[in-house]
């Protein structure tokens, strides 16, 4: 069981409270309501990295497009937004725009070697949620939400994963739209910062930041108008309950959100979301000082998960317990009650291309358009389900 038993770490009174909250977070995931919101923390075990480490990447580069070029490590790590605007500029003043936006993709395309998600990745999509966001631009979700269709034998979809922007307002408006359960379909992922295979649209810098969330121009009457990224994620913030995992809660423009909603909605009194957070003997204090603070200030409680030895094993433990005690199918049946009586599998989905390709595929466009082997997957799966039935 994932169960905290440091006394050192914790006295009596905050296990008990730990607990509690635990019980909490197993009743709101079942209830598929809440929403799941993703960080880097569990993209960097497959091999992405950390944000500092995206930036020492970046500077890296720099220095070989621009040989006058000095890293500066304290802005790196005092104030890292503003750093990452600086290495942008780099790039741009020496006409290496281009080199910039393609070593994005080089960084968060899938891994050259080993997995490209682990099993804790697959079972997390496959928890009730009633949307899935993230602010990666890896595919670690989305491939492993794919092969989850896949092995359910679902049909799939063009929009499975997509990048959250004007261009993709119709896939964001069906998303949005899965809230209502009477309206749901198959599950997407929702990658609010851009996705590795459309770099221009990442949002990484300051400025980044400031164009997508903080109020703007119109360029046809001069009028100020909000952005859809401030309109979507205020609303699901003030509307929904949100469980945040990989999340080190330090991204100032959504606590900015998160304080936004909580002062105009007056909700003092009861924290609304949970933040899933490691704790071990060495960050003990500042952990729990930070949880105090996320829950006064931005209404976030946190459940803590105990990583001695820092390889969040526990955190692998706690998606498992959720796995089995919140996922059933249709028929009643516990998710583990089901996976050892087996499904079918399709041949056509076992001969289709590799996983790799059919994310690629899968991708959410602007146009929406469904490609032919989808089109031809779905209709034998289909011709399956009616001979099945007769």
């Not at 899965?178 to 910062?193: E, P, R, W």
């Not at 979507?232 to 003030?238: D, Y």
Request: proline share 4%.
């Amino acid at each position: 069981m994932n169960e905290i038993t440091s006394e050192p770490i914790f006295s009596s009174e905050e296990l008990e409270r730990n607990q509690v909250l635990k019980d909490e977070l197993f009743e709101l995931i079942s209830s598929e309501d809440a929403i799941l919101f993703v960080g880097s923390g569990l993209s960097i075990p497959i091999g992405y990295p950390s944000w500092d480490a995206l930036l020492v990447r970046l500077e890296t580069l720099a220095q070989k497009v621009d040989s006058g070029f000095s890293p500066n490590q304290t802005l790196r790590e005092s104030s890292p937004l503003d750093y990452a605007s600086s290495l942008r500029k780099v790039f741009e003043k020496a006409g290496e725009a281009t080199t910039y936006f393609n070593e994005l993709t080089t960084i968060f395309s899938r891994p050259e070697r080993g997995p490209s998600f682990k099993d804790h990745h697959k079972k997390l999509v496959q928890l009730p949620f009633s949307l899935l966001m993230t602010t990666n631009y890896d595919p670690v979700l989305s491939e492993a939400l794919l092969k989850s269709i896949q092995e359910n034998n679902e049909p799939l979809r063009t929009d499975l994963c997509f990048s959250m922007n004007e261009d993709t307002i119709p896939q964001l408006s069906n998303f949005l739209l899965s809230l209502h359960k009477g309206m749901s379909n198959q599950k997407q992922i929702a990658h609010i910062h851009g996705y590795h295979n459309r770099p221009k649209e990442i949002i990484l810098t300051k400025q980044d930041y400031e164009r997508y969330y903080f109020n703007r121009t119109s360029e046809k009457d001069g009028e100020q108008e909000t952005t859809i990224h401030f309109l979507v994620l205020w609303s699901l913030i003030a509307t929904r309950r949100i469980v945040f995992f990989g999340f080190g809660m330090k991204d100032p423009y959504l606590l900015q959100l998160l304080e936004d909603v909580r002062k105009r909605l007056w909700r003092w009194d009861k924290p609304t979301h949970i933040n899933i957070a490691s704790i071990c003997d060495k960050t003990a204090s500042e952990v729990k000082t930070q949880a105090t603070f996320l829950k006064e200030k931005y209404g976030v409680d946190t459940y803590f998960y105990e990583n001695k030895d820092q390889s969040h094993k526990q955190l692998e433990v706690l998606i498992e317990e959720l796995y089995q005690s919140c996922c059933h199918f249709d028929d009643g049946s516990k998710t583990d009650e089901k996976l050892q009586q087996g499904t079918p599998r399709d041949e056509s989905v076992k001969e289709s291309k590799k996983i790799e390709q059919l994310l690629e595929d899968a991708t959410g466009s602007a146009t929406g358009e469904m490609p032919s082997w989808i089109s031809s997957t779905n209709k034998k799966l289909n011709m399956d389900v009616k001979d099945e039935n007769k």
